[in-house]
C-alpha cells in the first residue's frame, strides 16, 4: 500500500467547496510536515500548503490563502485540504506529499501520493 493516499476529488462549479483527504497509512510521516501540491495541466507542479508535525501551524500560497485550509488529525493519521470558494484556476491533479525539504513557500517533497483530480468548471 502505498504511504501517502489522497481522496476527495471530483469535479465541482465555481465558488463550490470541496474536501480532500490524505492517508498517512503506516504514520510514516507523523511527526514530520505534511504539504499540498497541485499540477494543473501544462503547468508545472506548484505548492498549495503545508502543516507541522503537530498540526499547530501551516503555511499557504497566495493564490489560496483565505480560500483553502488544512487540518491535521493524528487520530485517524489524516491531513485534509478544505478547499472553498473555488475557481476554475484551481483544476489540476492534487497531491500529499511528504519527506520535506527546501523550505517556506520554495517547499519541495521526496515522497508523493497518486494524486487526485479536481475539475472546478466556469
Known sequence: QAQLVESGGGLVQAGESLRLSCADTRRTFSGSPLAWFRQAP???REFVGLIT????NTLYADDVKGRFTISRDRAKNTVDLQMTNLK??????YYCAGD???GGLNTRARTWGQGTQV????
Open 119 to 122: 475539475t472546478v468548471s466556469s
Open 53 to 56: 508535525y503537530d498540526g499547530i
Open 100 to 102: 520535506l525539504y527546501g
Open 88 to 93: 476554475p484556476d484551481d483544476t489540476g491533479v
Open 42 to 44: 501544462g503547468k508545472e
